[in-house]
Structure formats: structure tokens, C-alpha cells
């Protein structure tokens, strides 16, 4: 969505962790939200956890952020879902509560519109009991924190409705999460089941002294936490079984299930020795950060894993990518005119994952900012993709990059483009990053047309230089930039 | 360790995936190895695993790897152990053949040599019964791939000696694990405890027809899996409990441990048709990549969630940095410095994300491999992140880059650096991309020494001063490379 589309609107029927996890998402996407908690703190609490988004999220686009759509607490569950086009409760987990605000809800919404509930337990059937339109309710079951961790389970059951549960689906596509339909309801669903189980294990462990909760933490994220992130554990499991494959691993694990490896056989009581033994050996392991400090830490580390993962086009990192080849296709390309002056190319904005530890743009940023520009030139002679598949480019021989000023995050920077000068095969150009019409760095670059097969230069098509010269020439006229010529290190 | 300090000897007794592992870690860092495995196919296959940490290891290293440990293959036992320094045992999961091997090991092996066992289950008060000296025999449980990942869970006995265990502790950390030490054996230790009782649950979830094998591999890698790579299971709960802290979370969610969230109160019955079930599904899932290909992608990802921990200084990245952080001591200590060769910094390998739609390594990763390279070079001469936090840094005033051929996915490229001259404020240095030893590209930048505050150049601290400059003088007399000095454009 961008601000020239009607923007949708979303309805967030409690506003926690979870539900202000849900409202930044749909923001930071574009969607209006309307939220309905009646917690006095809820204001606040939706700030705080739109804040950490808005530190987060935009470090996992290479494309602009479109347009934040606008926020409102609405008084009433009513006020909050009228002309909503998709509805997320996360009130607490008590059965007998999400059926009351069901029921306010379908007083009001329009007949077809999803709402998901981000239950960590109920079935979407127990959900659905005694509701005044069940086939739209479903599980749609989030991971904290919601804006950063793409996956959603979608839970629907037999009496759901297939073109909601396809349109809900879709819906969770445009704001970047991964929607994981899951056919067969079960408590807990999918992801839980596990986390319960290793929570069980865990507390039995804690319990009989065998372990520290920071010792359990390390034993997981030193190991097989690490792995978990990009495969799971049967494709884990198949490269751990080599050549052979998976039946290979299951017939050297298969005996270990009747080897006495877990404790839950049996759940340990649950009492206030229990839970003051865990909490005091939390304290010790974490309290030395704050519950926010905490928050960010993690934010940045799962930044850094899912940029990994999307440089390689692999788990989270594909969602990412295809939420951001939605997001370029929704953006429309300006007129490029051409004038006897630098053309203006490339407009971009400093995200948070292009700052190194000086809190400055990264070196590398510099010339990606250039590399945006030079490509809209290119596109613009008719130097494309189409061009390129055709067997001829333009490859870059050389590039002179003067560091004037610090570009820091949020800094909004043009892209312009000078060509100093150009021939059949070659083009020289000087391109100005600015940030409020003053550079922060000038790259100066010499291109050679080549035939790619062929791997030399040759001359470019008639039909680009048709297009590439009559600039060149307007630009002859421009007094040659001050930078251009320079070797590194010449006193100025 | 480094080739001129006496190289150390590990015995290895077992090559499979996991004894290779082990031989590959200690012979990257500097051991020699021997290994012993009856298996006329040991030889190849640890081949294979060393060539994938060839691959992927110096990735994680920010200064220049050891000089490789010589690896041999021994004909007995016996001849594997003599001398060695750690001796570690990875056979079958079957303890009779365990006792057999310790026996023999220690019919030859100097009395305090630590023995350790990459035992997925069994306990060392049982691995040490009947054992010749049961008090240097203990857990050793490493992650496959043994070689990234840092986790070595470490078990004693009552029995066991505890001079022999710290001294095991020190060589894994050494080769740069983590030594989990568990204070108490119990069947599995910590974390194959987790992997069973979650296991249990997905061959349920499996058998059931909940979900299938690739369903459950989405539903741990695109949530919680990316949360414990790098916190784990209580500090993520402690996170998501809020201000209230670690209590709250509990009271929240104690009460699900009567609920019926898991199956793991029985086990599934292991038999043909759940072999063949989830065998197939999992050749549907990843079937169309090679176990190889597997491997690749594994540890890829891996690599880039350990760089991204390391930028953190976090979880497994600490580990990361304080292996570095012993190995520059080596390295400085031993003189490397001053030898009059361009230093070899930065290793990486062309990654999906850094391709253009040429096919080539799109032109900003050239800038950032140089970044790679020059940072390595900032952290060895001690600018490095604390350096920065006290308000200094080298700022990049220049860069000139020379295209000379281009680099292609999956291309493992190399950074050299060479300093042209330095003094108190001015770094001027030349970089090489290279690629089998030829470059693809050469970056020449001028850095300038900053006081952050003031935001303007003043000289480096002495100690930085103390280690660049040999360097610089060591250089001096390196030929000027030919494409230094050069402005865009000129004739070559």
C-alpha cells in the first residue's frame, strides 16, 4: 500500500504485547489501526511496542517504508471494527472472554470480514462456539515480537469459511508474515506443542538441579538453537544423516525413544517454590538488563539473522524479499525528465541496517546509493533488463568516492546524476549523494558497454545512444565537478 | 596456536560426521590431528567435512587463520594416541564398543590426557565403568556441524578429576567452543533432552496427519527457532513477560502444564509405515537439493547468524570474539606484523543477495568486502569497537575502486591489504579482491584519524601507533601497486 492507495484498516481488539505487536505491523505497512483496550495503560503500551517496531522494521527493507497509516484507540469494540477489513483479537487467554468480544464484534462488523484471534491454545472450533457467524472466526497464532518474526499459524476448522481463511491469508502476505496453514485443529496448534514441551522438560531440569535457566539458555542458543533458525528439525536432521538420508538418522535415533531422554512422562507440580527457584535464577541470569534493553538486544540480533537469511534468499529471507518485490511493484517510478542540469534520480532513505558501530552510513551505503542512481540512468537510456537479456551492459571499470559529510539514520538522500562524458562504448559519469542539496559523498565512475557473450567492450545499440548523447552533450555545458579527476590522496 | 609455537596433537577415535567435525576444528586451529576409524571410507569422508570447514570457519575469523595442524590417519589406536595432548572419542552409540575403546586408549596414552566423548546419551559414571583411570574419561557432546557451532556440552562424575576437566575446558575454548559444564550426568544431558522431547512431539504431529515434516520445519524456523539462536528459552520469556518480569510470565502460562499441549506422555510406536511417512514427506520437503547442497546452505546460514551474533558481541558471537581476541594475541606475539607481505584479512564467499542482474556481484559488495578487509585491519592494530567507544576512529576521506573482472556466485574471495603510508593521522592503504589469487578488484582509500566529539582529524593513541606503524615500515618496501595513485579515466 502507498499513500496514493486508499489505505485498509485494520481493527486490534486488545492492545498488549501481542496486539501492539499486530498494530505495528499494519501500520508500518500502511494500514490504518484502530485499537480497543479498555486498559487505561494501553496508550502507552502500544507506543512503547511501535516505537521498538519503528526501530526495527524498516532495517529489513532495501525499498523505502511507504506511508504510516494512522493509529486510533476507539472507545468501543464497535467503533473500532466499523469498515475494518481485518480483524486480530488478543484479549487473554480465557475462552469464555473471546466469546463475549466475538459476539460484540459480529454485532457490528461487516458480514465477511476475518478475525483472526492470536490464541496460543484454543481450537478455532471452541472459538467459533455459539457465534452469531463462526465460518469467519480462525486462529491466525503470532511469535513475539510480532513485527519482526514472520510467522503466523492459520488454524480454520471445518466450519470455516475457504475464501475467508484464502483472504486472511493474503492479508498477512501484504504485511510481510508468513502464513502457515495448519489443516488439522489441535490444542496449541503447531509451534506450541513444541515450545510446551521443552518448557516441561525445562522445568523438570531447573527443578532436580541439573541446571540453571542461564545454563539451559546457553545449551540452546550456543547449539541447536543456531540451527533451528534457518531449517527445522527434520531438514536438520537429513543433513545430519549424510548420504544415507533421513531413514538412515531415524534408524540410529529411532531406539532412543524408549530411552528414558525426557521427563515428560509426567508434568512437575507447579507450586511457589517452583516458580521463585526460576525466577531467582532469571534475575541472576538477566537482570542486569532491563526488561526495554532486552527487548532491543533481541530485536537487533533477530535483525541480523533475518538480513543473513534474506542475502541468501533462504527461510525468513525469502518472505522478506517477496514482501519487498510487492512493495517495489506497488511503487510508481517518477518522470524522469531530462534537462541541461544533473539529472535527479534516486531518492532513498538511511535505514537502521545501514549504519555501522560510529552510528554513520556504512562505506558500502555510499556506493549502493550511487549504484541506485546509475541504474535509474540506465533504465532511463533503455539500458534495462530487456537490454541486458539480450546480450550487452553496461559493466562499471572504475569508481573515485569522496567522503564529504556523515549521512545518519533517517537522512533522506537524493541521488543526481552528471554525464561528464560519453562515446559509443564509453560513459563517465559523476553522481552526487545529497542529503538537503548538499553532497555527502560524490562517486565518479567510467562504464564500458560490453558484449556480454563476447566478454568485451563494443558499441551500444543505436536506439540507447539515441538517447545517452543528446544528454552528454546538454551536460557538456555543466562546469566539470570539482572531484572529477581526482586521484586519492591529491591535495585539493 | 600458529605454526611456530610446537603444534599440540588431538587423537581422534571415530571419523564419521561428528569425529570429522572434531578433527576439522582442532586442525584449523593450529593442532595436528590423528585420527583412527577401521572404516576403509574414513579417509574420504573426513575429507569431505574438512573441505566444508575450509569453506566455512575462516568466515568467522577476523584475522588471519593459524597455519593448518598436519592431519594423519593412524592403523591402530594405539599409534593414534601416542602424545597426544586431548583425545576424543566419537564411535557408535553402543556402550560396550565405548568401554573397548577406552580400554585401549588407555593401555597407551599418558596417565592425565583427557578422554572426551561425543556420547548423545549415555552418562560418564557409566562410560568410565571398568575403565583403567575412570577420572580423565567425561562427556565432551558437541553440535553437528562440530566445526561452527560452538556448544561442547561437558559432564563429570563424582570420579571424575577435576584438574583433567578444567584442562579440557581451556583447549575447547581453545579451538574456539563454548564448554557448557553440567554439574549433574543425567541420560542426554541438557539439550538432547529438548531435541527428544520435541522430536517425540513432531514424529506425533507426523504420524497424526496434524502437519507434515516440512509444515513443522516452517512452523520452528520462522518463529521461536530465530528467538533461541540467540536468547533461549527463559530469557525470551522473561522478555515477553514485560515489565512484569519472569513471575508473571509464569502465573500466565503455569497453568497449561495441565493441559493436554503435548502428547509426550507416550511415545509413538517406531515402526515401518512412520519410517516410510516421514521419509517421504522429507524427500518432498528438500529432495531437490543434495545432502551436500544441504550442507553448503547449513552452513552459510549459519555463518551469517554467528557474524551477525559477533557484530552484537552477543550469545555465540562473544564466544566468537573472545576466540579472536586470544588468536590476535598469537598472532602479534609471534611477529606476523612486520613481515613485508600484504596481509590476508577477510574471507567470504558471493552470496545469493549480492548479485545483480547480470549475474555478477553487484558493485557496492566490492566496497564492502573492502570494508571487511579494512576493518580487520582497524581491529588488528587495536581500533576496534572499544576503541570507538572511547571516542575515536578512522574515518574513510577517499576510495578509489579498479573493476577488473567480476566476481560470480558462490566465488570465495580473499582481502588483502597493504599499507602505502601511515603516520599519526593518515592511513593510506591498498586493498586487493582476489579471487584464486587474481584480483577482481583493487580499492586504494585514504583513512583519516577522528575525534569523534570534535569531528575533526587529531593523532592516534600510542598503542594503535605502536602496532600500525612496524607495519607500515615493513610495507615500505612492497612495490607501489600500479594502480595506486590513479584518478577515473586516466590511461593505464
Known amino acids: 500500500m502507498t499513500g496514493k492507495t486508499m489505505a485498509r484498516k485494520a481493527a486490534i481488539i486488545g492492545g498488549g504485547v501481542i496486539g501492539g505487536g499486530w498494530a505495528a505491523r499494519f501500520l508500518l505497512n500502511g494500514w490504518n489501526v484502530s485499537v480497543f483496550d479498555p486498559d487505561p ?52 487467554e480465557r475462552l469464555d472472554l473471546k466469546h463475549r468480544v466475538f459476539a460484540q464484534i459480529q454485532q457490528s462488523a461487516e458480514l465477511g470480514t476475518p478475525i483472526g484471534s492470536s490464541t496460543s491454545g484454543f481450537k478455532p472450533s471452541e472459538l467459533q462456539e455459539g457465534a452469531a457467524n463462526p465460518s469467519v472466526i480462525f486462529v491466525a497464532h503470532p511469535f513475539n ?60 531440569l531447573v527443578k532436580d538441579g541439573v541446571a540453571t535457566t542461564e545454563e539451559i539458555d546457553e545449551a540452546i542458543r550456543m547449539g541447536f538453537g543456531l540451527r533451528w533458525g534457518q ?45 521463585d527457584l526460576i525466577a531467582g535464577q532469571s534475575d541472576a541470569q538477566s537482570g542486569h538488563h532491563t526488561i526495554r534493553e532486552l527487548e532491543r538486544i533481541r530485536d537487533s540480533n533477530l535483525i541480523g539473522f533475518l538480513r543473513a537469511l534474506k542475502d ?47 552510528g ?25 533488463m530487456d537490454y541486458v537479456a539480450g546480450g550487452h551492459s553496461y559493466y562499471t571499470a572504475e569508481t573515485h568516492i569522496m567522503h564529504l559529510d556523515e549521512a545518519k539514520l533517517g537522512d533522506r538522500l537524493v541521488g543526481t546524476l552528471q554525464v561528464l562524458s560519453a562515446d559509443e562504448k564509453r560513459l563517465h559519469v559523476f553522481m552526487r549523494i545529497e542529503r538537503d542539496g548538499a553532497p555527502v559523498a560524490t562517486i565518479e565512475q567510467m562504464l564500458l558497454h560490453v ?39 591529491q591535495r585539493k
Chains 1, 2 share one sequence.
Open 145 to 204: 515480537p510480532v513485527y519482526l518474526l514472520p510467522l503466523a499459524e492459520v488454524v480454520p476448522s471445518a466450519k470455516s469459511d475457504a475464501k475467508v481463511i484464502e483472504n486472511a491469508k493474503t492479508i498477512l502476505r501484504e504485511i510481510g508474515m508468513f502464513p502457515l496453514h495448519v489443516r488439522k485443529e489441535i490444542d496449541a496448534h503447531i509451534a506450541d506443542r513444541f515450545l510446551e514441551a521443552v518448557w516441561r522438560e525445562a522445568l523438570w
Open 231 to 275: 531449517m527445522g528439525l527434520f531438514e536438520i536432521y537429513r543433513v545430519a544423516g549424510g548420504e544415507a538420508g533421513m531413514k538412515h538418522f531415524m534408524a540410529q535415533f529411532g531406539p532412543c525413544l524408549t530411552w528414558p531422554w525426557t521427563k515428560l512422562m509426567d508434568v512437575p507440580e507447579f507450586n511457589d517454590e517452583l516458580v
Open 451 to 489: 558484449d556480454m557473450a563476447a566478454g568485451k567492450t563494443c558499441p551500444a545499440a543505436q536506439s540507447v545512444l539515441d538517447r545517452l548523447l543528446p544528454i552528454a552533450k546538454a551536460h557538456a555545458s555543466l562546469p566539470k565537478p570539482e572531484a572529477a579527476g581526482r586521484h586519492v590522496g
Open 312 to 358: 541468501r534468499n533462504w527461510g525468513a529471507g525469502k518472505v522478506l524479499r517477496e514482501h519487498d518485490d510487492r512493495r517495489r511493484a506497488a511503487f510508481h517510478a517518477e518522470g524522469h525528465g531530462s534537462e541541461a542540469a544533473p539529472l535527479r534520480l534516486a531518492q532513498m532513505q538511511v535505514l537502521p541496517g545501514w549504519i555501522d558501530y560510529n
Open 41 to 92: 495503560q494501553a496508550e502507552r503500551k502500544i507506543g512503547e511496542v511501535l516505537a521498538n517496531a519503528r526501530a526495527a522494521l524498516p532495517a529489513l527493507s532495501d525499498i523505502p517504508m511507504s506511508a504510516e497509516g494512522k493509529l486510533s484507540f476507539a472507545q468501543t469494540i464497535t467503533e473500532a471494527v466499523e469498515g475494518a477489513d481485518y480483524i486480530q483479537e488478543s484479549v487473554s
Open 360 to 384: 554513520h552510513m556504512t562505506e558500502s551505503r555510499y556506493l549502493f546509493a550511487a549504484s541506485e542512481t546509475s541504474d535509474a540512468f540506465l533504465r532511463l537510456i533503455g539500458a534495462d
